[in-house]
């Protein structure tokens, strides 16, 4: 059962052919054998997961037809979730027990999922490549020497090595897209306040958004179907009507158009990935879809503006870790300052450290017209650049990153070389647009390279149709990793 | 623009995290190379863009002023690295 996506695993829980318990239990002793090298889950706690699968036994056994009763999932360390240590992969947070849910677990809860476990990623989400969390870096199912991408590393590597059937992930520059993209499996960041902040660790709040990481577009949208909504817990949150996802998966593709931006296909990216994903962009066409070129002029500029905005939201976010009312205390210190310095020193890693002296210093006075507004009128232009290439396209599709996978350790010394991989996917947070990954090949080292497909807003439906019509055309989403088992 | 290493001391005790005469040397470093980045923006104009805070444009959303929230001080509390009497302790402000 574990290669099956999950309306294959719904039709066998609700025909009773299995239980949601044997189920959890089956993914539950692959992750204890193959986490050790992988490092993709943080907390397990099996008990507390059989139990809840036996809750969702009873629903399914009363005749539930919710397709996702049953299923375990992992979730992104970001996300609260009532009883189970959350941590965002930091030290500050080692030891906090959620006292309440995010509104993504409720949701998936109130449908009977099971949580099977809390997945790794960098600490706070900063990086990509999931090698900043204090719990030691997050290896590729693919080939362990190489990172997973980051932030939501775990999530990625856990549904590739068939740990887990499907996940939760959050995308704040491309936290969703680029593991998925470099661990060969399905990721989507939905419109900005399409699915609720509520109970989701905070990084640069503009630009968080949570979304499903899993094996197919199919089981995406089921994922997605359950996971939005308004919530007015969550100030952002948008008040639109209900959707059904799923809704276009069957509809044929002839006449979409399909936008491919020039700056996307310039010197930076590797001619691996490029092959691979003007080889997919060749599916499209044979599938009836028409190509034309757009233009994004200021994509060169979104890696500064992200740097600006998203650690100036970061410094501000993170000023809650004082050590006062959850978290990590320093043990020993004069007084009270000198308990937040301490604390703070001790709680956060080198990279979460430098983001927030990054932020601290923009917002700092004299320099915020400078730097923070500047950045939020490159931001406009950049939201900009989209409207206008989505007035001759219906889809944009590109690289999600412009190497493959590279080796741990490789980047983790360079934060700039680290911070120009996300230059194909931070637009999409900038603009608030929908982005999602899909498999559509392997580069070198034979590992995976992912298709970036960009939606206008609210367009997660005709996304998803166009990467099922394409999944149906080939068999990239059933690849997984050798020589694991 | 050229960051200093009093502008690297006054942003750590603004952001309240200890640093040594060592990390300090880092964080220029880094902070420095990662500004030689930022500064592309400045080369930009953006004379009458309106900055850009939210994709959608919402407005803030108001809510009746009814209670929506349970006390759960002890539950909130049990998670606190100290406390005591119903109290979050810290050290000593006052004399």
């Known amino acids: ?485 | 623009m050229s960051l200093s290493l009093d502008d690297v001391k006054r942003i750590a005790l603004l952001a309240r995290i200890a640093i040594d005469e060592q990390e300090e040397q880092q964080v220029l470093g880094e902070l420095r190379s990662i500004f030689g980045l930022i500064e592309e923006m400045q080369a930009v104009d953006t004379a009458g863009v309106e900055p850009m805070s939210h994709a959608q444009d919402v407005v803030q959303r108001l809510r009746p002023d009814n209670v929506t929230e349970g006390d759960q001080r002890q539950l909130y509390q049990s998670i606190a690295p100290q406390v005591e009497d119903g109290l979050y302790l810290v050290p000593r402000v006052i004399e």
């Not at chain 1, 992104?76 to 959620?98: E, Q, Y």
């Not at chain 1, 601290?360 to 923070?372: E, I, Q, R």
């Not at chain 1, 807003?457 to 050798?482: C, G, I, K, S, V």
Request: glycine share 10%.
């Open chain 1, 1 to 485: 059962m574990i290669h099956a996506g999950l309306r294959e695993l719904s039709q066998a829980l609700r025909a009773r052919k299995i239980s949601s318990v044997e189920l959890t239990r089956q993914f539950l002793e692959r992750i204890q054998r193959l986490n050790p090298a992988v490092n993709a889950f943080i907390t397990l706690d099996a008990e507390r997961s059989l139990e809840q699968a036996r809750t969702a036994d009873q629903l399914l056994t009363a005749g539930t037809q919710h397709p996702l009763a049953g299923i375990p999932l992992a979730h992104k360390d970001i996300f609260c979730t009532k009883g189970w240590p959350t941590t965002c992969a930091s030290r500050m947070l080692s030891g906090f027990i959620a006292p309440y849910d995010a509104h993504v677990i409720e949701q998936l809860q109130s449908r009977g999922a099971v949580v099977l476990g809390k997945t790794n990623m960098d600490e706070f989400a900063m990086g990509s490549s999931s090698e900043t969390s204090y719990f030691g870096p997050v290896r590729n199912p693919w080939d362990l020497v190489a990172v997973p991408g980051g932030s939501s590393g775990g999530s990625a590597a856990a549904v590739a090595a068939r740990m887990a059937p499907a996940a939760t992930g959050t995308d704040t520059g491309g936290s969703i897209r680029q593991p998925a993209a470099m661990c060969g499996i399905c990721g989507l960041k939905p419109t900005y306040g399409v699915v609720s902040r509520f109970g989701m660790i905070a990084f640069a709040s503009s630009l968080d958004q949570g979304g499903p990481m899993a094996r197919s577009a199919e089981d995406l949208a089921l994922l997605l179907d359950a996971m939005a909504g308004f919530d007015a817990r969550d100030s952002t949150s948008l008040e639109r009507p209900r959707e059904e996802y799923g809704r276009d998966l069957d509809r044929p593709l002839s006449g979409l158009r399909i936008g491919l931006p020039a700056e996307y296909f310039t010197a930076g990216l590797n001619a691996d990935v490029a092959h691979a994903v003007e080889a997919a962009i060749q599916v499209y066409r044979n599938l009836g879809c028409s190509v034309v070129e757009v233009s994004l002029p200021n994509t060169r500029l979104s890696v500064p503006a992200y740097y600006v905005l998203a650690p100036a939201e970061a410094s501000s976010n993170l000023a809650r870790y004082d050590g006062v009312r959850y978290g990590y205390r320093a043990t020993g210190y004069a007084d009270l300052g000198d308990m937040y310095m301490k604390t703070r020193a001790e709680g956060f890693g080198w990279e979460v450290k430098r983001r927030i002296l990054l932020g601290t210093y923009v917002l700092s006075h004299g320099y915020y017209d400078a730097y923070y507004l500047k950045a939020q009128k490159i931001r406009r232009l950049i939201g900009r650049d989209f409207a206008q290439a989505f007035e001759r396209c219906d889809l944009i599709m590109g690289p999600v990153s412009p190497t493959v996978a590279f080796d741990v350790g490789a980047k983790s010394g360079d934060p700039v070389q680290m911070y120009l991989s996300d230059i194909y996917t931070i637009g999409v947070n900038l603009a608030g647009l929908p982005g999602m990954s899909i498999p559509c090949g392997f580069g070198a080292g034979g590992r995976p390279v992912g298709l970036q497909v960009i939606g206008n807003y609210f367009q997660e439906a005709r996304m998803l149709n166009a990467a099922h019509q394409y999944q149906r055309a080939t068999d990239w989403h059933l690849r997984a990793p050798a020589g694991l088992d």
